[in-house]
């Protein structure tokens, strides 16, 4: 009795533990980094001060996510609205992923084994990096697995409850983020091919589901799906299936997708027939649709953020893989090897986005501390200007407000020196190709001033002007 104890506050320490580091790898450095533009856009959207009826038009003419992501931040943003409280909500929702992800694992496996996959999570570079934007994607990934735990739990037990608490989550799940169909569409597979007993108590559910779907999100339908994405089918897609990001590098990303590709072909071979097999089903779905949909809509879904929520269900079956005794000695290689990966590209995502320690560095709060920013309006293609949405991350940024004061530009000849912070060539703005940018972008003449200083650093033009006697 004593030592089965004793196990069990080990077991609970080790969870503990890898809770504690997946929070603080999602949190380190999470708010030196500056927005890039689709963040902006959900900072200036989820702006909790504008009346409501204008936070919808924003939405409408801005951003192709739909709009209860937003809502969730706007509500949230009532109780701390900033570029780094923004950013720290996706931090919130990784952190709740990794946390429920281990009642996800439980599902296939004992609580020694289920620590070892929570640890993968908590790890995987990617989701770390998914972490630190302002995005959807970390609430994806919460949202999918509590939508397949659900799921399980109504294949086990068929209820009213459990029927009630489907419909509402396939509900939010298609409504917080379309491409989560891929788990409903799996759902509709499993139950054909696996649970046929169910199948018109969920006939019924998902009649239900469909239904208010259209109901609830037909504006929507209606503006956004016409729309094609930026993100077309390319030959690398059939080499390495999102492993390359999923885990970070092509090495790693080979590695995994080598055991991932055996571990389905185990899978096949031991002709698996219980809920495990829903993992298969929803990655041959995903991969089968973002293909077959860039051939038919001509436009490509092909980015792997759009398809996080596949994470859990790969390391699932290389986790089953690896239990083989053939594969045993295998196991805790992989694991290092994932820790060792997400230290050695913990702050190399491909496209860097500019430090906030860096720029700060390079401006001196003795001569002044006052500042101006010209990032610039977004126009909608429907001609709609919003003012300063470029802007925004310096207008709410609270580590800048802490030293530094913005000024709005109409009022800099208040000031006898004032620093103007312009992004210059910021990679994550054009990537590598400078063309893309005007050279002139970063020129501003100010009646009355003089400039004392110039200085040109890595993403930034860092101008110090002087009024003139």
Excluded at 49 to 72: A, G, T
Excluded at 196 to 221: A, C, E, M, V
Excluded at 249 to 266: C, D, H, N, P, V
Aim: hydrophobic share 45%.
């Amino acid at each position: 009795m004593i030592k089965k104890i004793n196990h069990n506050k080990f077991q609970l320490t080790i969870f503990i533990s890898i809770i504690f580091f997946g929070f603080f790898f999602r949190y380190l450095n999470n708010f030196d980094q500056i927005f890039w533009q689709d963040e902006l856009y959900t900072l200036f959207i989820t702006d909790p001060s504008i009346p409501f009826y204008d936070f919808i038009n924003r939405h409408k003419n801005i951003d192709e996510s739909p709009v209860l992501y937003f809502l969730i931040l706007r509500i949230y943003n009532y109780f701390i609205y900033s570029s780094e409280g923004i950013r720290f909500s996706s931090v919130i929702f990784s952190i709740l992923a990794v946390l429920i992800s281990f009642k996800f694992f439980r599902i296939f496996f004992r609580n020694q084994n289920s620590l070892y996959c929570l640890a993968l999570v908590s790890f995987n570079i990617f989701l770390i990096w998914q972490s630190k934007e302002a995005r959807i994607q970390s609430l994806v990934s919460f949202v999918g697995l509590l939508n397949i735990l659900v799921f399980y739990k109504y294949t086990i037990i068929d209820n009213f409850k459990n029927r009630l608490i489907l419909f509402i989550i396939n509900l939010f799940s298609l409504s917080i983020y379309p491409f989560l169909l891929m788990i409903v569409l799996s759902q509709i597979i499993y139950i054909l091919l696996n649970k046929r007993i169910r199948l018109k108590s969920f006939f019924f559910i998902l009649l239900l589901t469909f239904g208010f779907y259209f109901l609830i999100n037909y504006d929507y339908i209606l503006l956004k799906t016409g729309k094609t994405h930026l993100y077309p089918l390319e030959v690398t897609f059939f080499i390495n299936y999102f492993f390359r990001s999923f885990f970070g590098s092509i090495i790693f990303g080979g590695i995994s997708l080598i055991l991932f590709a055996l571990g389905l072909f185990y899978l096949i071979k031991d002709k698996k027939n219980d809920f495990i097999i829903f993992n298969l089903y929803l990655v041959i779905i995903s991969y089968s649709f973002a293909i077959f949909y860039t051939f038919f809509k001509g436009g490509g879904v092909i980015a792997p953020r759009y398809f996080i929520f596949l994470i859990p269900s790969i390391i699932v079956i290389i986790t089953q893989l690896l239990n083989k005794k053939k594969f045993i000695r295998i196991k805790y290689i992989y694991l290092i090897l994932t820790i060792l990966n997400s230290l050695l590209l913990f702050d190399s995502f491909k496209i860097q986005k500019p430090k906030l320690s860096f720029l700060m560095s390079n401006l001196d709060e003795n001569v002044t501390r006052y500042y101006f920013t010209n990032e610039g309006n977004h126009t909608t293609f429907t001609g709609k200007n919003y003012q300063d949405v470029y802007d925004y991350y310096f207008i709410k940024s609270s580590i800048l407000k802490r030293k530094f004061i913005r000024v709005d530009k109409k009022l800099i000849n208040n000031y006898k020196k004032i620093y103007h912070i312009c992004l210059n060539y910021a990679e994550m703005n054009i990537g590598f190709d400078r063309s893309k940018q005007k050279p002139t972008k970063c020129d501003y003449q100010i009646p009355n001033f003089n400039i004392l200083e110039e200085k040109e650093i890595k993403n930034f033009r860092i101008t110090l002007y002087e009024k003139g006697h």
